[in-house]
């Protein structure tokens, strides 16, 4: 494969030329022999967790399988819907990272979760090198879903821990099928537009051959708070603790400004007639409402204007198969992806960094828009004005009492922050695709059934700077010559100049992950027992997996003095033009072998007693060292209605390429008082701490600080291990009633985990080797990467049941249940540390967002209810299908609740679906549903963790969505 970045477009069409010639093939082998109907001979098939045909409700190990119907019957508009809907999965469906929705069974964390298409990997999704959304996953050829649930790393390797979700497509189409989708939503925003086709020739049964080819096209508009304004109604975040006070003032379109860069927010000009609604707000300052208050009057972002809820999305899938039964009973198999889909992840207003040349602008007393020079008023005062002093600001004669006067200017420069109005939120591209091609064969050879397999995969992830993000040499230009105003609306001049200094479209970071692996599995019946043959499965894979990185591109990184750019020997970009972002990058190709054995034998011992074993080996060459993994598993049939089964197995991973080998750091941001120099009772508040001797407050407190999520130099890092197991049964205790149950469990040593910035923050003095320190003794920056952090302990029971009633002249009624009872989630947040208990319960001690298994992937500490569950009810009746169907998460108690709130009790959530099926017009579907039908709100929190209020974690801000969709069939 080429690594050279370029247009994914090519890859696509490469893959619908080899499918083409595959096909072509297809045709000149049909025309001389007639293929056997090996489709309709084939009685068992491939299931997730075995290597060994079988029919799907045989194996003694528990799966779920949903076919592509019941997803559209549940009114699912996407594959993230599945996701949350999972009562197996802790789902971030809605994680505000711009991975896409990925699957987390167990809660363990999506790294733990290995996500199959058609029984084999894909690239991982490269910047972390641990996980695969399901914003890859093709829909118009999806055939099902099967989820095999707690640890499988004895069939599929070291990242099955957590389960498997095998997503499979149709391995014959013949004919046409388009797809019209358009899902609103009744207060505006995030609405939804899909499209698909499927184009597909040849019969298998018929003719020995296949070819189809398939297409998905969906975009999302982003969620903003003035979308949802009664949501974020003051009077009702009061209650949570939210907006007691007013907001301290915070960078505007409309800037506050003082005379020196470190006390930018003296006045501001704007401030007595509104200050520029929508965009900004007044306000009195975070310490007006105190007993002795002292007033601060300017201009706030709005965040109704600013902020969004959920992101947009624009998803483009093309997938193919080509398939060619030969004689003697072979198969050939041909597949193809081409998968793009884009996260426009919006950022809000972005000003100065430290990365910038300054964290403020200046304006001379030059420029037509200087205070005072004609357009931009001057600010009222009271008390002693020199002209070289700040005296404090009017607002009235009962707040601010004294001799009034204007502000003497003096012709001094004046200094602020400031973001661009007219360029609206800024939003960045995080561009993402997955290609692959898998090139299958199947047959018998000397009585041996074998499967083997190519499989080449790349993914690829384009971080770009989007609308919004401005260069800051050329804004500071601007405001110099006086053609920029940062007191108010640009006029046409200052407009078109504003344009012109936008960054759009500019790649600021590149990554790039790669697979390419050999399988072949020999299958064999080797004795009978009294139940059947005794199936032996032996398997081999070599797997090299890869990570490519990128330099930072240098367009817009600043240089020295000596005409070097500014990176310093790590290869982070110190000083940048791009104003709220940092280009980030250090070229490098990095990539292991993994050589894997695996044996799988099926004991039928007795007509009702089956036993499953398997064992796999993996040598990781990076690590230098072979795991081992066991599994045994049991089914035994006692009579007709019952089945009771169980399995324990052993599971490893390794830490990601990344995770070890990871060239670049990840440097994040944030506004922080020193722990150490500037100590407070609640360190996790900015501005609350006092300066120790010796240092000033800006030095050390309120300052925006760099912290590492990702070092260089992880080679310390230790593999994971872990011990599972499950037991239940299914039953069948009348006609069309069934029912199962089992109960599992799994416990992981060495949990690898990010230490989080609020760990450290709260405890200096344990994490003292992780501040980088200048001279002077200020903070340079924070490492807060990956570690060992202990060890987890996980139990639940799952429960599913269904239920035909006998049919009526009136229709046909099914039911459904799905449900998962979580009975522990406990970890240790460090080796040999307390075990603290995580089930029903919300916080944000940093020791859970941070400490547990799926730290440094969830945009907020996890979430585990105590029971959570999807239920359904189908009614059938001639050319109708209605199902309403339901998604269940018990409430949780907040154990921190933010200071101000007495609000402990967060909410159970439900949300009903309603989803209404016309068949009765040929060849045609014709689909209504409402999703959220009662219009369920996500539940209220005052936990700091979640600033607007809600826990969207585990549900959507939408409100009611219409769903309308035409499917013909040609």
């Not at 109708?880 to 409430?891: D, E, I, K």
Request: aromatic residues 10%; contains cysteine; charged residues 20%.
């Amino acid at each position: 494969m080429n690594q050279v970045p370029g247009p994914q477009t090519k890859r696509a069409v490469l893959a619908t030329a080899v499918a083409t010639a595959v096909l072509q093939m297809a045709n000149q082998a049909a025309a001389q022999t007639a293929a056997p109907p090996a489709e309709e001979q084939m009685a068992s098939v491939v299931v997730t967790g075995s290597l060994i045909r079988r029919v799907a409700n045989e194996g003694a190990t528990p799966l779920v399988t949903i076919k592509s119907s019941e997803l559209q019957a549940r009114g699912n508009t996407e594959l993230k819907d599945l996701v949350l809907e999972m009562p197996q999965s802790l789902s971030l469906g809605t994680n505000s990272g711009a991975a896409g929705p990925m699957i987390n069974l167990r809660g363990l964390g999506p790294m733990r979760t290995l996500t199959l298409l058609n029984g084999r990997r894909l690239a991982n999704e490269p910047l972390q090198d641990q996980y695969v959304s399901v914003n890859v996953i093709p829909r118009m050829a999806l055939d099902r879903v099967e989820t095999l649930n707690g640890g499988a790393a004895s069939i599929y390797g070291a990242d099955a821990i957590g389960g498997v979700q095998n997503f499979w497509t149709k391995r014959g189409f013949e004919g046409a099928d388009v797809k019209f989708e358009y899902a609103p939503t009744q207060k505006g925003g995030a609405d939804t537009k899909s499209w698909g086709m499927i184009l597909g020739a040849g019969n298998l049964s018929r003719d020995g051959w296949n070819a189809y080819m398939a297409f998905d096209y969906q975009t999302k508009d982003a969620l903003f708070q003035s979308d949802r304004p009664d949501q974020h109604d003051p009077a009702i975040l009061r209650t949570l603790g939210l907006g007691i006070t007013p907001d301290a003032r915070n960078p505007s379109p409309s800037a506050n400004f003082g005379f020196a860069r470190n006390a930018n927010s003296n006045y501001n000009p704007t401030f007595a007639t509104g200050c520029l609604s929508p965009y900004s707000t007044p306000t009195l300052g975070n310490n007006s409402t105190a007993a002795t208050p002292v007033y601060a009057p300017g201009c706030a972002r709005n965040p109704l204007y600013w902020n969004a809820v959920t992101d947009g999305s624009e998803i483009t899938n093309i997938s193919g198969r080509a398939s060619l039964n030969l004689p003697g009973g072979h198969k050939l198999d041909l597949d193809i992806l081409h998968s793009e889909f884009t996260v426009k992840k919006y950022r809000g207003m972005q000003v100065p960094g430290s990365s910038n040349p300054f964290t403020t602008y200046s304006l001379p007393s030059t420029s037509k828009y200087y205070p005072g020079n004609g357009i931009t008023p001057l600010v009222q005062v009271v008390g002693s004005n020199t002209g070289s002093n700040s005296p404090a600001m009017f607002i009235d004669p009962a707040k601010t009492p004294g001799t009034v006067s204007d502000l003497k200017m003096n012709n001094r420069t004046i200094y602020f922050q400031w973001g661009p109005a007219e360029l609206g939120p800024a939003y960045r591209n995080d561009e993402q695709t997955n290609d692959r091609i898998v090139l299958t064969a199947e047959g018998e050879v000397l009585g041996w059934d074998y499967r083997a397999g190519v499989n080449i995969g790349e993914s690829r992830r384009d971080t770009r700077a989007g609308g919004g993000y401005i260069l800051y040499t050329k804004a500071q230009e601007g405001f110099n010559n006086g053609t920029l105003n940062p007191f108010g609306l640009q006029d046409a001049a200052g407009l078109a100049y504003l344009n012109s200094i936008q960054a759009n479209d500019y790649t600021y970071r590149l990554n790039k992950a790669f697979n390419r692996s050999v399988d072949v599995t020999l299958t064999k019946g080797v004795w009978d027992l009294k139940g059947g043959p005794l199936t032996l499965a032996l398997a081999g894979e070599v797997r090299r997996d890869g990570a490519q990185t990128f330099n930072a591109p240098l367009d817009y990184v600043l240089k020295k003095a000596d005409g070097s750019y500014n990176i310093d020997a790590a290869g982070n970009v110190v000083q940048t033009d791009l104003v709220g972002e940092t280009p980030q990058g250090v070229a490098k190709n990095l990539h292991r072998t993994i050589a894997s054995l695996l044996m799988e034998a099926d004991a039928p011992i007795t007509e009702s007693f089956l036993l499953n074993g398997a064992v796999r080996a993996d040598r990781y060459n990076d690590l230098r060292q072979t795991t081992v993994n066991p599994k045994l598993a049991a089914r035994w049939q006692p009579f007709k209605q019952l089945v009771l089964r169980g399995n324990v197995n052993t599971g490893f991973r390794a830490p990601s390429i990344i995770d070890i080998q990871n060239p670049t750091p990840e440097v994040r941001n944030q506004v922080m008082d020193d722990p150490v120099l500037c100590p407070s009772s609640q360190p996790l508040v900015p501005g609350t701490g006092t300066p120790k001797q010796g240092y000033t407050y800006d030095q050390v407190c309120n300052v925006a600080t760099n912290y590492w999520t990702k070092s260089p130099n992880n080679d310390f890092l230790k593999p994971e291990k872990s011990r599972g197991f499950s037991f239940g049964f299914a039953l069948e205790p009348m006609k069309d009633l069934s029912i199962t149950v089992d109960y599992w469990g799994l416990k992981l040593k060495d949990v690898l985990g990010a230490v989080t910035i609020a760990e450290i923050q709260q405890n200096p003095a344990k994490y003292s080797v992780n501040f980088v320190r200048n001279a002077d003794g200020t903070i340079d920056h924070i490492v807060a990467s990956q570690a060992n952090r202990g060890q987890t302990r996980v139990r639940g029971l799952d429960l599913s049941a269904s239920y035909r009633f006998p049919k009526t002249s009136f229709g046909t009624f099914d039911a459904k249940l799905d449900g998962t009872y979580m009975d522990k989630y406990e970890f240790q947040s460090e080796k040999d540390g307390p075990w603290l208990s995580n089930v029903g319960i919300i916080t944000n001690d940093g020791r859970y967002g941070g400490a547990g298994p799926n730290s440094g992937l969830a945009g907020m500490p996890q979430i585990n209810p105590r029971w959570k569950h999807t239920a359904s009810v189908t009614w059938t009746y001639d050319k109708w299908a209605t199902t309403l169907s339901q998604r269940y998460n018990s409430g949780v108690t907040d154990i921190t609740p933010r200071a101000g709130s007495t609000l402990t009790e967060v909410e159970a959530y439900k949300q009903y679906n309603v989803n209404v099926n016309y068949t009765g017009i040929k060849n045609m579907t014709i689909s209504f549903g409402v999703n959220n039908l009662t219009q369920e709100w996500p539940p209220l929190t005052s936990n700091s963790t979640y600033s607007g209020g809600y826990v969207t974690s585990l549900a959507d801000m939408l409100g009611r969505v219409y769903r309308f969709s035409v499917e013909y069939k040609f």
